[in-house]
Each structure stands twice: as C-alpha cells, then as structure tokens.
C-alpha cells in the first residue's frame, strides 16, 4: 500500500528525477521516523544502524558496532563521520543523476556536561561555577567540531564538476540553562525592546553556499518555514 505523500522539498525533487536520502547519525527507534520520512519523499534513509551501505570500511568490519564505537564523539556519533559518510553517498550517486542529500548532525546534541568530550580544545575559565562552565565547554567543542566537518564537506563538494549548493541551519538553540540566555540578552540589549530580545533567543544561524555564482546576501533573517523555496530560488 502506497504510503500517503506530502508536497514537501524531498518529494518536489523525487518527483523531478532526483535521487533522495536521509542520513541521521541516530536511530530510528523515535517518533516514526522511517513511516514519516517515506511520507515526505525520501526514497533511501541511513540511521545509526545502516551505514555499512555506504562506508566500505563499515561493510568490511568483523564487528559492525565496534567499527562504530571509535566514530562517537560527544557521545554520539561525530559529525566529522557524518561528513564522510555524506560524501561517500554523493560521490556514489551523483555520476547517475542529480542528489538531494539531508543530514542531520547529533554530536553537538544534549546533554552538556563537563564530561562530554573526553577532552577539550578551547578550555576556558570564568566566574560562573563549575558546573556552567562544563557545559559552555562542551557547546563550545561541539560547535569547533561540527564547524571543522562541515568545512570539510563543503570542500570536498566544492571540487565537483556539477553544480552544487548546501543549505545549513540549525532548528533551535542549544538546550542550555534559561538564566544562560537570560543573562547573555540583558547584556546585548542595548535599545531593543522585549520582544526583540524574545526573537534573538529564537533564531539560529544558516548559510547557503554554492560552488557557483549566487545572490550574496548578509545579516538575513527568514522563517524556517520559507528557507527552502529561498534556497529553490538560488
């Protein structure tokens, strides 16, 4: 029985030819993922326990799992893995037809304590206690990380011969104390009302980039729910 479809982006490009796929560095033991994933388009989707269809050294480890342990970082698995695994699936399926890729990042996911990381490459120290500066660090590593594997896709994708644009976002803030962000907008208010510091608590940053030409365009601020047709657009 054929599955009820929804005019979502992966189903737009499904329907125009492309080849679909979901990558999450996570299982999908949560909210239906595969059932709702196949709803909106995706035609293939790789979850914590798949990756051996993709990664040659995973499908040649004796012991898949063990294989998998030495990718966790954060105590999940790492986006710098996620990087790899997401270019290894373009580069295997972009010689048939054109790609939509969507990849969900998890190493910088909570919980944030001290202890996340086994250690720390911009240690810092300040005068809150030892228990917000754990978790500042951890946030702080998890971001210098999944900026370090995103740098790392983006040039692997910039060396296509094809044209190739990357939309990155984030879907909340980091899930950190509300006396955190309560006291980094006070001392960013400046002349902004109420409502504009409620709003800054609420956006995350994105970027799109391309290996072509596009519109430059700084210091935007868009819905997430018209994010895609901008990135159609360029």
């Known amino acids: 029985e054929k599955l009820l479809t929804y005019p979502s982006l992966p189903q737009l490009f499904s329907d125009a030819g492309y080849y679909t796929a979901y990558l999450h560095t996570f299982n999908d033991g949560i909210y239906n993922r595969t059932a709702l ?11 914590s326990g798949d990756f051996a269809a993709i990664d040659p050294e995973a499908a040649a480890a004796p012991d898949y799992w063990g294989y998998m342990y030495g990718k966790i970082a954060g105590e999940f698995y790492s986006d710098d893995y996620l990087a790899d695994v997401t270019a290894e699936l373009f580069d295997q399926k972009a010689g048939e037809g054109p790609v939509f890729l969507w990849a969900v990042t998890m190493e910088n996911h909570t919980p944030y304590t001290a202890d996340k990381f086994s250690s720390y490459d911009f240690p810092f120290e300040s005068d809150l206690g030892d228990e917000a ?3 500042l660090n951890a946030v702080t590593q998890g971001v210098a990380d999944c900026s370090e594997a995103l740098g790392k896709l983006v040039d692997h994708l910039a060396a296509q011969d094809e044209p190739v644009i990357v939309v990155f976002f984030g879907d909340h803030q980091p899930n950190l104390p509300e006396d955190f962000y309560n006291t980094l907008l006070e001392s960013q208010r400046g002349d902004l009302s109420d409502a504009e510091l409620r709003q800054k608590k609420m956006v995350t940053p994105f970027f799109i980039w391309a290996n072509y030409d596009i519109k430059e365009q700084t210091n935007m601020q868009i819905s997430a729910n018209y994010l895609s047709a901008y990135a159609l657009n360029a």
């Open 37 to 47: 994933y196949t709803a909106l388009g995706f035609q293939d989707m790789y979850f």
């Open 133 to 135: 500066v754990g978790v």
